[in-house]
């Protein structure tokens, strides 16, 4: 008998594939079991990766986390295991998912779940999708906009705003972003934030979809947020929501959005390596990616499952309709200090949004703040 343990986040989307595939894993491999746990989306981002490991044998991790992981050795490199399966994960990829899971030379996870800021909106109570900023912001004047905008999606709006674009963003080992750069992006971001409810200042993707797809006073459009093909699926909520590329400046399409999504990562202190692994690359595949993996409600990172007619007709087009964004998605920071440097960022973006620091402090603070991470 082999009982494995994972761990893996808190919604339909993080949860419900994990448990489906466990389940059809070992009706193929008797003898084996494999329990998952969920933990919030932040307390789960919060728990160390190298507490897990001591615990689990297999986790769903976010990219961002590789540099950390790298210096300390808590999961088991996947590369050099299954080069033919390994190849064709990398060709698979929707944009940058597979490669983020990779650092100082070896990957680390294995792409499961992808996603970035994209568009939405409410069918019913808007007939057009905005491709410009412009648009978005006549829109919002009308009191029809709403985004995410607690601090870590603050963040990743600054952040996308800013490579959409095309500056620089934390190149340089001793900056964040230029002055001007960052002046500019930001008082965009605080125009939009001001023009919307200040309820989106608490909410996080899941609260504006629940929003969006539940009230009567429910906002029509939110343009930058992380995708969840679940609010697209019929029965899922009271309103079905559709998703779509998001827009950019002029005419430079959907471009700079952050990459986000999950990889499936196996602990260097498991004791069953071979089938932590074998569950792994099955996961990733095409073949569980595009049937199972989607049908029960997960949001796939392979091609294949993006570009499947019945993926595609039982998520109102969602992966059709965003692709292009995915593609485009700028890939994050990922050295080992970055995440301190995410929390601390996103907690200064927000307090100049609620009025509470200066642009000029602002930047200044951030750009500290990132020299600080890189020591």
Known sequence: MADLRGMTWDHARGYDPMVATSVAYAAAHPGVTITWEKRSLQAFADRPIGEMADTYDLMVIDHPHVGEVARAGNLLP?????DAEMAALAAGSVGQSHASYAFAGRQWALAIDTATPVACRRPDLLDHVPARWDEVMA????????????????????????RNEGFAVAKAPDCLIAEDAGRVTLARLRSLASAVSPRCLTLDPIGIYDWMSEGPDAPAYSPWGYGYTNYSRSGFRRHLLSFHDAPG????????????????????????????????????????????????????GHAAAWEDDGCNALTANFFRNTRATLETAWLRPRHDGYMGLQDRAGDIIHACLRGEATEAATLAALDAAYRESRA
């Open 139 to 162: 829109l919002a004047g009308q009191g029809r906009v709403a985004l995410a905008l607690i601090p870590i999606n603050a963040l990743m709006t600054f952040f996308g705003l800013a």
């Open 78 to 82: 996947l590369d050099g295991l299954r």
């Open 249 to 300: 400046f002029g005419d430079n399409g959907p471009r700079g959005t952050v990459l986000g999504g999950t990889g499936i990562a196996v602990s260097s202190r498991t004791r069953h390596p071979d089938i932590a692994v074998d569950y792994a690359f099955w996961i990733a595949g095409a073949d569980c990616q595009k049937g199972l993996y989607t049908a029960s409600g997960g949001q796939p």
